[in-house]
């Protein structure tokens, strides 16, 4: 089972949702927001694709942040605010089984998904 996860008002989530109702793809939605997010999930995805692509500096959570806290990010620290604060997950993170993608776009979930 495909499973999207991030923020239920996120305007990319709702595009994201969008095309795959579309294209008919059954998929399951978790609300990290709401729901949280298991330490071990997020740190997989950080294997996966380092903290960097994961932590959404361009959100409002990440901005309000105090400048000390935004400051000599590493991995750890990056994780625990994440882990924090979900709402710093980039968003979609689309979970298809083997592989996840992080962010949207047709071009890449046409890709990946046919």
């Keep these: 089972m495909i499973t ?8 990319t989530m ?3 949702r969008a095309w795959l109702d579309a294209k008919g793809i059954a998929h ?3 609300d990290y927001k709401t729901q949280g997010i ?10 996966e694709h380092g903290w960097e692509a994961l932590l959404n500096r361009a959100g409002t959570t990440f901005r309000k942040l ?3 806290e935004k400051q000599g990010l590493d991995e750890a620290r990056a994780v625990a605010l994440m882990l924090a604060q979900p709402a ?3 968003r979609p ?5 083997q ?14 998904l046919g």
Excluded: Q
């Excluded at 298991?38 to 294997?47: F, K, M, S």
């Excluded at 993170?93 to 089984?97: I, T, Y």
């Design 93 to 97: 993170v689309l979970d298809l089984g």
């Design 14 to 16: 709702k595009k994201a």
């Design 38 to 47: 298991a330490p071990e999930t997020l740190r997989a995805w950080v294997a």
């Design 66 to 68: 105090p400048e000390a």
């Design 99 to 112: 592989t996840r993608l992080v962010g949207f776009s047709a071009e890449s979930y046409a890709r990946a």
């Design 88 to 90: 710093m997950i980039k």
């Design 28 to 30: 399951a939605f978790h």
């Design 4 to 11: 999207i996860h991030g923020i239920k008002n996120c305007d």
